[in-house]
């Protein structure tokens, strides 16, 4: 997708989600009689908002940070968490390669 279509596609987005759902439809019939790849894309992102409308919402993930920082301070894991349709079920792991060191052979 270039630069130019995502601005594009960000814009309607954004007039398609200030809608109710009842006027949704009209829109995206009348954007699609004007540019149906635009269409397309902006259909595709507001399926993922619709599909589970409590998906990543704001007020969640302030307070899944707010319990992450507070789990860290205490090194505590944020196992059993839910965002969303999602449960944390396992750490995949910390850290990184950053202070990994080697020698070279020689």
Do not use: C
């Not at 993930?61 to 992450?68: E, N, P």
């Amino acid at each position: 997708m270039t630069p130019e279509l995502w601005k594009q596609v960000q814009a309607q987005l954004d007039l398609v989600l200030a809608l109710a759902p009842a006027e949704r439809k009209s829109f995206l019939h009348e954007l699609g009689t004007r540019d149906f790849e635009l269409r397309q894309e902006v259909e595709s992102l507001l399926a993922g908002e619709t599909d589970n409308p409590d998906f990543l919402q704001a007020q969640q993930l302030v307070g899944l940070l707010r319990t992450a920082v507070a789990a860290e301070s205490k090194r505590e894991p944020l196992i059993g968490y839910v965002l969303g349709s999602y449960r944390i079920i396992a750490l995949l792991g910390t850290g990184g390669n950053g202070g990994r060191l080697s020698r070279r052979p020689g």
